[in-house]
């Protein structure tokens, strides 16, 4: 039987049958690591995805010498559901209005206010808000993704967000 480490430097050579295996192997663990430590399904499935992703860009950083792919690739996960747990408690922070609690859900009304608002938004901070809030990506992708200086990327979102929360927070006050 050819090992995860053989098929990984399989695939560091291009054969794709190796990223094909790896995959086939290794999802179930990482997703099972990764809803074990969140508790959502939805979250845990993008998580895995987005690992075997960035192992496409990463995949000749792997060094058998330092550890197993299996090590490796829940590494990478780890990362990826850090930085996304910790960008969703900053929103937390920035709009606590907009956080559904248990005994208070958005009402439809509510989540159309919302999205009403940020339509409201100039395109350039819309398109920042919607690529950091609703595609959970990091500032520095929306920088190339927009072809705009990171520096620009946060100044448009810090603009976006202020603009959002004193709109928003007369609607959900009232």
């Not at 990223?19 to 086939?24: A, G, I, K, V």
């Not at 990478?76 to 248990?102: G, S």
């Not at 500032?139 to 448009?156: D, H, N």
């Amino acid at each position: 039987m050819i090992s995860n480490e053989e098929w990984m430097e399989a695939y560091k050579n291009g054969q794709v049958e190796g990223f094909e295996q790896l995959y086939s192997r290794l999802y179930e663990p990482l997703y099972c690591f990764l809803f074990r430590y969140t508790r959502e399904n939805q979250l845990s499935i993008d998580i895995v995805q987005d690992t075997f992703e960035r192992l496409q860009y990463i995949k000749k950083d792997f060094d058998q010498q330092k550890g197993t792919v299996k090590a490796f690739l829940f590494q990478i996960a780890y990362r990826l559901m850090i930085n996304k747990l910790n960008r969703r408690k900053k929103w937390r922070t920035l709009f606590p209005f907009l956080v559904p609690t248990e005994s208070r859900r958005l009402s439809t009304d509510e989540k159309l206010t919302i999205q009403e608002a940020i339509l409201q938004l100039p395109e350039k901070q819309r398109a920042v808000i919607l690529l950091v809030y609703y595609h959970d990506l990091p500032q520095e992708e929306i920088a190339q993704i927009l072809s705009i200086p990171l520096g620009t990327v946060k100044s448009r979102l810090h603009n976006a967000i202020r603009t959002l929360k004193e709109e928003l927070k007369e609607d959900f006050d009232a």
